[in-house]
């Protein structure tokens, strides 16, 4: 069974970073597609950025492209965020995805692709 656990929200004043963890466990992961969505209060679940494990190629969600930065250390079975110049519109429960890819060779960037998911993490962001 697949377990993910997010870590590193928090409160955070306009313009600072955070960097959002991802630990996963319960399988090897080399095959799988890990992805970061969030979750504004009314509105629907949105992808923010995905990476494949295998090779690391990343894709990103226009809003958040060229200021957030997607990586996996194979090591710990950890996926990061890295999010800079934040804004408060970035306020949301961040969610940590993963789904195996089988013989797919694109990116994973529906909530509908993904399997398994998070119990999230919330951040807020002050203007």
């Known amino acids: 069974q697949v377990q993910l ?64 930065t997607i990586s996996r250390d194979k090591a710990i079975d950890t996926v990061y965020l890295q999010m800079n110049s934040l804004q408060p519109e970035d306020t949301a429960v961040y969610y940590c995805a993963a789904d195996h890819l089988g013989g797919f060779t694109g990116i994973k960037y529906q909530v509908s692709e993904y399997a398994y998911w998070g119990q999230g993490t919330q951040v807020t962001v002050s203007s």
């Open 5 to 68: 656990v997010e870590s590193g929200g928090g409160l955070v004043q306009a313009g600072g970073s955070l960097r959002l963890s991802c630990a996963a466990s319960g399988r090897t992961f080399s095959r799988y597609a890990m992805g970061w969505f969030r979750q504004a209060p009314g509105k629907k679940r949105e992808f923010v950025a995905a990476i494949r494990w295998s090779d690391g190629s990343t894709y990103y969600a226009d809003s958040v492209k060229g200021r957030s």
